[in-house]
């Protein structure tokens, strides 16, 4: 079955600056690599996502680049403010209507 | 649009018990996953349901069921209680196309405690 690595598991960086989490998928069948964040006490939604047939898509300050070949996503926030601060989880969607989540990220953003 | 309820929000249980949490759906949506996430292992996948039968499962012993009913709504059992279940159990809900992935809604949660 599929396998998500998601690294690291805590990031810390400081207000303005770039955030990246980076995160590999087992089943080259995946095709589908949504990201939610989830801030302290609340549900996860999703921010981005990426379909196979697409190597790069960018909203605002976040972005997610997928390398099909190597089997790995990541996703990009620039100039980072401090409502970025929430854990972030990666997935990968098989198309068997599972969808398999990294162990998450915990994103500090420091004034 | 209604967003994904869940209830009840918090459960607090002995070990050996039985519960029962419930999941309501986005209005016309027709899939309804579920999710334990505890600190230690983030969001594991329990099961799956489009139109009342389960589509997907993963990797928890029997002690977890769930169903869905015609109107989507999904409930979720654990019997025999344990220690380690303690966690929010979340649900969410998707379209669900025939051949296409869709965003899943998360809902708020329902937070099990077992003593």
């Known amino acids: 079955g599929e396998n998500v690595e998601q690294h690291p598991s805590t990031l810390s960086v400081q207000e303005g600056d770039s955030a990246v989490i980076k995160c590999t998928y087992s089943?080259?069948?995946?095709?589908?690599f949504p990201w939610y964040k989830q801030e302290l006490g609340k549900r996860p939604q999703l921010i981005i996502d990426?379909?196979?047939?697409?190597g790069e898509k960018k909203d605002q300050r976040i972005a997610v680049t997928l390398n099909k070949t190597a089997k790995h996503f990541s996703l990009h926030i620039t100039e980072t403010q401090p409502e970025d601060s929430a854990v972030y989880f990666c997935?990968?969607?098989?198309?068997?209507?599972?969808?398999?989540f990294g162990q998450g990220t915990r994103l500090t953003i420091n004034p | 649009k209604a967003g994904v309820t869940q209830t009840p929000r918090y459960l607090i249980k002995t070990r050996g018990q039985q519960v029962t949490l419930s999941c309501s759906p986005i209005?016309?949506?027709?899939?309804v996953s579920w999710y334990q996430q505890t600190p230690g292992q983030g969001l594991q996948f329990l099961f799956e349901?489009?139109?009342?039968?389960?589509?997907n499962k993963g990797n928890f012993p029997g002690r977890f069921s769930g169903r869905q009913f015609s109107n989507s709504r999904s409930e979720m059992n654990v019997s025999t209680l344990e220690l380690g279940d303690s966690a929010l159990y979340l649900c969410a809900s998707m379209l669900s196309g025939p051949s296409s992935y869709n965003e899943q809604f998360f809902g708020p949660g329902t937070r099990l405690t077992v003593l």
């Open positions: 349901y489009f139109s009342e039968t389960q589509r």
């Open positions: 089943d080259s069948a995946s095709n589908y």
């Open positions: 990426i379909r196979s047939n697409v």
């Open positions: 997935a990968a969607y098989q198309g068997a209507q599972k969808l398999v």
């Open positions: 209005s016309g949506h027709r899939s």
